[in-house]
């Protein structure tokens, strides 16, 4: 299908800059053409002469150069091509994309091109979920920017979550179906499965600690970022058991959901849970109950005052959950749900309840956490703090999970050095 077809390859300067050659062997196979454009960045990562014994066709990296622009000048270049394709598309020059900056050949001949254009982003993580990076990719894809990835996986930096630039292969296919018309639309790539084998429990949604058989205590809670972060670690191949208060969301795919309603319930179905290798507490769980629920519906009777409500602590679950001991899970993750000095509370919770790490929200009304789509979180261990950026749920639900696997699968630095 792309035998005879002409490719200008762009390549800017990240770390994936190294897949950009596997790309021009497959592309070559194919029996396409293809010809680079290596900016300045690019050339740190990979010589000229590489990408010019792959192509066998001279590379561009200089707009000022006489004999270049005699023999084929910018624009020619930028037109002289079927498809135009970034990879690795950078934050850079991603920006500078939308900027419609041309302040190097690169972005030059991306400005000047009247033919369709492919994005592969591959960044860090934090750099492609940056304010800045989404507006400047939703601007290209208004344009008429194609994109493909970038993956979730492991990163250089060692960080997890979406970034990663996508495979040749996966390129490849994008290519193949941008110039055919009767290829199907791209599907994405089957995420990868760090956690295959591990053990998972999660908590999520309110409790309910009954006044009398019809009235109880209880909270906010929907459910949305506890049921996400259980779909997120099944999706990366974990077993998982989700216990959870009364909500309204659907239970996740593949996770098996122990349905309750008080805190003691709650308590109970996370030690039958049996040994995990990680417990998330993400649960909103009442701090108090009845210390003796009425039997019968409390009657209000007239000029009486109201009934005064005794109450006492709810088991902690997650302290319980975190206590050492052989059935400790190896990594412990509760929430700290905040309404004023968020870090510094969730801080002195984590010590306290004796948890590994701990998620703060800011959860006052305004914020709109409690039910709602988004959530900002700061992730706290004892290595410090991590002030994420305001994500969808499920993209937190992601990123943690991600996290996770990191943790439970890469060796420790001791263990590396053994
Ligand atoms: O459900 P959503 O609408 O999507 O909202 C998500 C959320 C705001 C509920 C969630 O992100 C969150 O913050 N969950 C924790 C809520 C909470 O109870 O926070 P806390 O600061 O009161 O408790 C700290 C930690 O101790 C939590 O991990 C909690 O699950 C746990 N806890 C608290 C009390 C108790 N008796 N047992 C517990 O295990």
């Known amino acids: 299908m792309l035998k005879g077809k002409r490719i ?42 590489s990408l010019q014994a792959l192509t066998e066709d001279k590379v561009y990296s200089d707009m000022f150069s006489l004999t270049d622009e005699s023999e084929m000048g910018h624009i020619q270049l930028s037109r002289d091509a079927d498809l135009l394709v970034v990879a690795p598309a950078t934050a850079n020059i991603l920006g500078r994309m939308a900027a419609g900056l041309a302040d190097d050949l690169a972005t030059t001949v991306l400005l000047a091109t009247d033919k369709p254009v492919l994005a592969a982003p591959a960044m860090n993580v934090r750099m492609w979920t940056h304010a800045a990076t989404v507006a400047n990719v939703e601007t290209l894809r208004q344009r008429g920017i194609h994109f493909v990835g970038p993956n979730d996986g492991v990163m250089a930096c060692n960080e997890y979550g979406p970034g990663r630039m996508s495979e040749p292969a996966e390129i490849v296919a994008a290519i193949e179906s941008l110039l055919s018309a009767e290829k ?124 005064a409500l005794e109450l006492t602590p709810n088991p902690d679950i997650l302290a ?42 800011d959860v006052s009304p305004a914020t709109g956490t409690f039910g709602g789509e988004r959530n900002t979180v700061h992730l706290i261990s004892a290595q410090g703090v991590q002030d994420w950026p305001t994500l969808s749920k499920d993209r937190v639900a992601m990123q943690l999970a991600g996290a996770i696997a990191l943790h439970l699968t890469r060796p420790r630095p001791a263990e590396a050095a053994e």
């Not at 593949?254 to 290798?277: F, H, N, R, T, W």
């Not at 190896?330 to 968020?342: D, K, M, S």
Request: aromatic share 2%; charged share 20%.
């Open 320 to 361: 319980a959950l975190s206590k050492p001991g052989a059935k400790r899970p190896t990594l412990v993750v509760g929430f700290a749900a905040e309404t004023e000095n968020v870090v510094a509370n969730a801080v002195e919770k984590r010590t306290r309840k004796g948890c590994d790490w701990i998620v703060a929200n």
């Open 184 to 307: 199907p639309p791209l599907e994405k790539p089957p995420l990868e499965k760090p956690m295959a084998g591990k053990r998972a429990l999660v908590t999520s949604g309110p409790t309910r600690e009954a006044i009398d058989p019809v009235r109880y205590i209880s909270n906010h809670s929907s459910g949305k970022q506890g049921h996400a972060i259980a779909a997120a670690l099944a999706q990366l191949g974990a077993e998982v058991t989700l216990v959870s208060g009364p909500v309204n969301v659907p239970d996740p795919a593949g996770v098996k959901v122990v349905k309750i309603e008080s805190a003691d319930q709650m308590l109970d179905a996370c030690l039958a849970a049996g040994k995990v290798d990680v417990a998330v507490c993400a649960a909103a769980v009442a701090d108090w109950k009845m210390a003796v629920p009425a039997g019968s519906k409390l009657k209000k009777k007239p000029g009486a005052a109201p009934p």
């Open 8 to 49: 200008l390859l762009v390549v800017a300067g990240g770390i994936a800059a190294f897949k950009s050659q596997e790309l021009i062997r497959l592309l070559r196979k194919h029996e396409a053409s293809v010809r680079c454009v290596l900016t300045e960045a690019g050339a740190k990562f990979v010589t000229p002469l």
